[in-house]
């Protein structure tokens, strides 16, 4: 499981083993195990706890998700493109969930600059951007996001949350 920290463990337990090994003299075996490690952080900067994260968050620990999310290394600037859009979605997510509404504003941006992402990552970061700006008082940029979010072909799970910000969007007494 990529992000744990049986990764972490077996990552320390290969390079030190590795070292001890080139020491010893016996490359072969040392070269195995080195080469593992390299695997193992190769796989952690690409992918982070990124995947644990997403575990969390769909298991309802939205605190646990937040933490791995913060472990990841250079804020996901190293992460595989679509496992990066998934990054920045889980942070505005976590976001929305804590009501740190500026906070959802540059991860829907970081995910709207991604040009090879799928459609539906690009509607969910409008919609998660509309729950903020229309909780931030800018109905105008949320009316906006709302409408290129229900434009996009998207997951029906974010259905209820364009709902809430368009009955947010409603005038009074209609």
Known sequence: MIGTPFHLLLFVIFAAVGVVALRQEHGTLAGMLLAAAFVLATTWLRYGGVLAA?????????DAAWRELRL?????RLLAGGVRAYYHLLRAAVLVD????AAVLPEGEAVLAMKKTKAANHATAHGAMSKALVMLGENEEAAEHLRLARSMPHKPA????LESVARALEPPGD
Not at 54 to 62: F, K, N, P, Q
């Open 54 to 62: 997403g575990r969390h968050y769909r298991s309802g620990r939205g």
């Open 72 to 76: 990841v290394p250079l804020r996901g």
């Open 98 to 101: 804590r009501e740190e509404w």
């Open 158 to 161: 974010l259905d209820s949350l």
